[in-house]
């Protein structure tokens, strides 16, 4: 029997990419699987139901168990139903994989108000909203004695947390606002035997990384360590019932895992006594070592950009903002 054998798991944006790629893996391990799509563009327009189908398909005929569901995450009441089905089809939920994303990137004087709700409403709202409708189940199954440990799984990005990239003005701050909502939650499901984590990708390759430097070259050797197959384990270990884990941001690179500590205070400058002047912080704040975010994207970004570094950065920057 698998790890997961028994337990029903939602997995959101799981269509393609990182998703799917998370989806036959709980499978794998005997999860029944709730795979949500509705199988949008990268923008979040049109839709085709085929997608998920087809992810449903594969755990079918591999011997595992499925359903889809095409509901968008950032309807609230198709948060809802996404929820009820899994609760329907299997008898109980007792995991969130909170993966659903879309992105529109442009540089901030050419994004649209429509633009910037629209890539929010999927990936902040809509791990909220999935999230909320779960805890709502949890909870009354708490209130009937239900003690079965349950999990969520949140997905950032690096995108957010350590390497924003320009044009993501909207993904970027949707990506960062998922972290938080991961400590919030944590802190507050506790109480219902629910475990909150979240994953941050780097370097993966899906439909909304194709732009980026470096993305379209496989490893030649071994494994490529931009499949979306990498990140998978991680997610499988985070819902499963012996994992301990609560309120952690784990960022994945190929086959290493980091600690994230997120914002966090570093060296200061201090002043006894009333009020700094003007005067005073323009003498001491450049005493302070400040991060460059053009020279953190060029390491970020790494051999792709070859030995250039900030000027490299900069120049695809224009290149890339300034088209159109």
């Known amino acids: 029997m698998g790890s997961l054998q028994g337990r029903t798991v939602l997995v959101t944006g799981a269509g393609r990419g990182i998703g799917r790629a998370e989806a036959l893996h709980l499978a794998s391990l005997g999860a029944n699987v709730v795979v949500n799509d509705p199988g949008v563009g990268i923008d979040g327009r049109g839709g085709d139901a085929g997608v998920a189908q087809a992810v449903v398909e594969e755990i079918l005929a591999a011997g595992g168990r499925a359903v889809a569901d095409q ?37 901030l004087e050419r994004l649209t108000e429509a633009e910037f709700d629209d890539v929010v409403a999927v990936k902040l709202k809509g791990a909220f909203a999935v999230s909320h409708w779960a805890a709502a189940h949890w909870r009354r199954r708490r209130d009937a004695g239900d003690r ?65 430097p470096g993305m379209d070259r496989a490893s030649e050797e071994g494994p490529d360590p931009k499949d979306p197959a990498m990140v998978a384990p991680l997610v499988s270990y985070l819902v499963g019932p012996d994992c301990p884990f609560t309120g952690q941001v784990l960022s994945i690179r190929g086959g ?11 060296e200061h400058v201090h002043k006894d006594g009333g009020p700094w002047t003007v005067v005073e912080l323009g003498e001491r704040l450049p005493d302070l070592p400040l991060a ?28 890339e903002l300034d088209r159109g």
């Open 71 to 107: 509901g968008s995450v950032a309807d609230w009441g198709g948060a809802e139903r996404m929820v009820e089905r899994a609760v329907a089809e299997f008898g109980d939920l007792h995991a969130v994989v909170n993966n659903a994303a879309t992105e529109v990137n442009k540089g």
């Open 148 to 212: 079965t440990g349950r999990a969520i799984v949140n997905t950032a990005s690096g995108s957010g947390l350590y390497n924003s990239l320009p044009g993501q003005s909207n993904y970027a701050a949707a990506n960062a606002g998922v972290a938080a909502l991961t400590t919030v939650h944590a802190l507050e499901l506790g109480r219902l035997g629910v475990r909150v984590n979240c994953i941050a990708p780097s370097m993966v390759r899906t439909r909304l990384t194709r732009g980026v």
């Open 256 to 266: 290493t895992v980091f600690a994230s500590h997120g914002w966090s205070l570093g």
């Open 292 to 319: 460059d975010p053009f020279e953190q994207l060029a390491a970020a970004l790494g051999a792709a950009l070859g030995s250039q570094g900030r000027e490299a950065v900069e120049a695809m920057i224009a290149a």
